[in-house]
């Protein structure tokens, strides 16, 4: 059973200034407070405001933003990173975060050695973490380079890593901040069929981007959100139909026009956007 | 009576909620030792050396300071190099165990703000690494007992288990610090002091009975009561009943506070990166 289940969250950042983040201040000021009244409160900041939803199998929401209005922090609470400060966020499913493909990764340590890394930072087991080797090294190509240190690589093949890694374990709830596209393009195309069986095997998707057309195109559910509250949110039919997604189908996939859009073009790491995606609800 | 009830239901609470999220870092086993040992790989390939590099400089530190100090404290060199090498080596690792968890949570910044995982967890990472190294180390020990001519007894086992209460001291101790070090950036180098002062007043280069008059300053030092759980055993001595006492009195106070602590600021802790 996969949701999520948010009750008007609310998730503040503190703004400490030097003086917050120094013991010594903080004792001195504990010492002559109230007579010099500098005690003054911390700044917060509201990433948060209020957000409610509640996402159920075959929902996938779009989360959509300017930056800085809220995307990532909410992408993050789902996650457990941040616990609301009021409010109630409950998530239940196994949750796979493609916000930071290269989460744990060590340049000193080879391929071999990060994908057992993220493995374990996933919280499979050893053995569970071995398991993906074969996986990933057959999707990436990257042969004897596996054995040799990630800092050797270069920066398409470091991402067809982390990609793979990321990809390599079946989750209830995909978290993904942007489109992810990775490599040249015939990697790009091999990229979008793995992650399009990637989302259809999970149950709910939450992807965060700049894009309005990006999130038509892929999502059931929009939400947009505005200096961190929610500004409107609304159902709607992806542009893309919803394709059923089954093993044998697999070739279809990938070959429906790709949808370009010039907004995105400029921003580094954003290669252009999506083929087709399926997903099953 | 009622703000009583209040602030014990507040600490049991604490307590419990930092119990759970340390079961939580425990059952990943895999994780913080897979994590720890691949921290040690990565210092042999960057060195064929390796950790050992590290313990040819502790040898040295031993070999040469051993013997110095001797002379000047005027003692029987087979006497006192064992005790000081056990001292000596036992401190290293503690203290680099602490030194670590200053930047218990800021070092792995980048996997906190990215996946929820038990906050203890990174400690244990860093005990995994710091007990490696000290299997290193041990070697030195081993060395100097057999050059000096001290046997392995039977109670000498004790101090296997001296050594696994420590264990859990630091790692207990590191919960705290870690903690303390993400909110107050300006904690670490007065860690460091701390433990520089500490060493020199526990009895690691001198020997506890040296201070005669002053003897209290020994007995009421947890560290040295830590020390000894592991050192006597080696030397083929029993240890004190009080040492163990101070040893299991400090795994109840710190635990208590380092649960609390954990279960208080749990939710704070990614907030602060």
Do not use: F
């Given at each position: 059973m996969a949701s999520v289940d948010a009750d008007r969250i609310v998730v503040e950042f503190p703004l400490y200034n030097v003086a917050h983040r120094s013991f010594k201040q903080q004792l001195l000021q504990s010492a002559t407070g109230g007579r010099i009244g500098q005690r003054g409160e911390i700044t917060v900041v509201r990433a948060l405001d209020q957000v409610s939803f509640r996402l159920k199998p075959g929902d996938r929401l779009g989360l959509w933003g300017h930056?800085?209005?809220?995307k990532t922090t909410l992408l993050r609470a789902i996650a457990g990173v941040y616990r609301p400060v009021t409010g109630r966020l409950d998530v239940t499913g196994r949750i796979a975060s493609l916000?930071?493909?290269?989460?744990?990764?060590?340049?000193?340590?080879s391929g071999i050695e990060n994908i057992r890394l993220r493995g374990v930072l996933l919280g499979l087991s050893r053995r569970e973490s071995d398991r993906l080797i074969d996986d990933v090294a057959e999707f990436t190509e990257l042969g004897d380079f596996?054995?040799?240190?990630?800092?050797?690589?270069s920066t398409g093949m470091h991402m067809r890593l982390g990609f793979a890694i990321s990809t390599a374990i079946d989750a209830d709830i995909v978290l993904m901040d942007e489109w992810l596209s990775v490599g040249d393009a015939d990697f790009q195309k091999r990229a979008q069929d793995r992650l399009t069986h990637f989302l259809a095997r999970s149950k709910i998707l939450v992807l965060a981007s700049h894009s309005e057309q990006l999130l038509k195109d892929m999502c059931t559910r929009m939400i947009h959100l505005e200096h961190g509250r929610i500004q409107a949110a609304w159902e709607q039919t992806p542009a893309q139909a919803p394709v059923a997604t089954e093993p044998g189908r697999a070739?279809?996939?990938?070959?429906?026009p790709v949808a370009t859009e010039p907004g995105r073009a400029g921003e580094p790491g954003q290669a252009p956007v999506p083929s087709s995606v399926g997903w099953a609800g | 009576m009622e703000t009583l009830t209040a602030i014990r239901w507040s600490l049991g609470l604490n307590v419990a909620r930092g119990a759970y999220e340390m079961l939580g870092a425990l059952k990943l086993r895999d994780t913080w030792a897979y994590c720890g040992w691949q921290d040690i790989r990565l210092r042999y390939r960057r060195s064929i050396l390796g950790p050992w590099w590290l313990t040819a400089s502790t040898a040295v530190t031993i070999g040469v300071l051993g013997v110095l100090w001797s002379q000047i404290f005027q003692l029987d060199i087979q006497e006192y190099l064992p005790f000081y090498a056990i001292g000596y080596v036992v401190w290293t690792w503690f203290a680099a165990q602490i030194n670590d968890a200053c930047s218990g949570f800021t070092q792995f910044e980048h996997i906190i703000k990215q996946t929820r995982l038990p906050y203890p967890t990174y400690l244990l990472r860093l005990a995994m690494r710091n007990l490696l190294i000290l299997g290193h180390h041990a070697v030195v020990v081993v060395a100097v007992l057999m050059l000096c001519h001290v046997g392995w007894h039977?109670?000498?086992?004790l101090s296997i288990v001296g050594l696994a209460l420590v264990t859990l001291v630091s790692v207990l101790l590191s919960i705290v610090v870690a903690i303390c070090c993400a909110r107050y950036r300006d904690l670490p180098p007065v860690v460091g002091s701390l433990l520089q002062v500490m060493f020199f007043l526990?009895?690691?280069?001198?020997?506890?009975?040296?201070?005669?008059?002053?003897a209290w300053v020994v007995n009421v030092n947890p560290l040295f009561h830590w020390i000894e759980v592991i050192r006597l055993p080696l030397l083929g001595r029993w240890p004190d009943a009080t040492s163990y006492g101070w040893t299991a009195g400090s795994i109840v106070v710190l635990g208590l506070s380092a649960l609390w602590l954990l279960g208080r600021q749990r939710d704070r802790i990614a907030y602060w990166m």
């Open positions: 930056n800085g209005s809220g916000i930071d493909l290269n989460l744990g990764m060590d340049g000193e340590a596996l054995s040799m240190p990630v800092r050797t690589y070739g279809e996939i990938g070959q429906a | 039977a109670v000498s086992w526990t009895p690691i280069l001198w020997q506890p009975g040296a201070l005669r008059s002053y």
